[in-house]
């Protein structure tokens, strides 16, 4: 015998019309309780999709075998040497003798145009006293950089070049000398000898170009291939 069975029995005997109104408000419990259900189901069916719509978006441009925090670590890498490049044109823009500091690519390569004039004194491979300060928060900020990143600055020189417009001087002349004293001014005030490249250039005589970079460790290192006898740096 069935519970609703035993609910009719204990109701007065008051003719059909009861009946048919209780049956009624039976029927109509039941069919709220089935709505609530389907609509529960249909609502976790929905958010399985959801999930696995956005799933499959992340996936595109993740792949699944790509290693979410070093994901993260490529926006973090450009920030960092956004910061960077803000200390840099910091330093150099209120400088007099400055022509120029511009971001080349946002978060990883800018360059200074200076007259070597100066920052040496006249016909003298010797920086002059008031550019110290200056080369000093620069070493301070290419020496600030975050794990897993270097800062690098590389230093050139224009010099003139040969009838052909490509040769240049071999010998120890002026611009050679620059360079040079330059980078030992630098390493001796503390900026690391693999952080710094110096050179000359034909061409826009008695200008200096500094350029700076931010640079992802790992793939600056040298790899070497089984049965090779040079490195290639990526």
Known sequence: MSVMDDEIKKLPDEGPNTIA???????????????????????????????????SAFTSIVPPSADLQTFRSKDGDVLAGQE?????????STELGIDKVETVQPGR??????STDSLFFNDEARIRDSMYPVLDRAIAALSSRPSG????????????AGEDGKTMPTDESLPILRAGAFATEMHARGLAPENLAVGIR?????????????RDIEKTKLKFEEGDSFGVAE
């Open 149 to 160: 990143l270097r800062y690098d600055m590389e230093f050139v020189i224009g010099v003139q």
């Open 202 to 214: 034909p061409g826009h005589v008695g200008e200096v170009m500094i350029w700076f970079y931010t």
């Open 84 to 92: 960077f490049q803000q200390q840099i044109t910091g330093i150099f």
């Open 109 to 114: 390569q800018m360059r200074l145009l200076m």
């Open 21 to 55: 109104l209780f049956l009624g408000l039976y029927l109509v419990v039941l069919a709220f309780f089935i709505l609530l259900v389907t609509i529960s189901t249909i609502e976790e069916t929905k958010s399985q999709r959801v999930m696995d719509s956005l799933s």
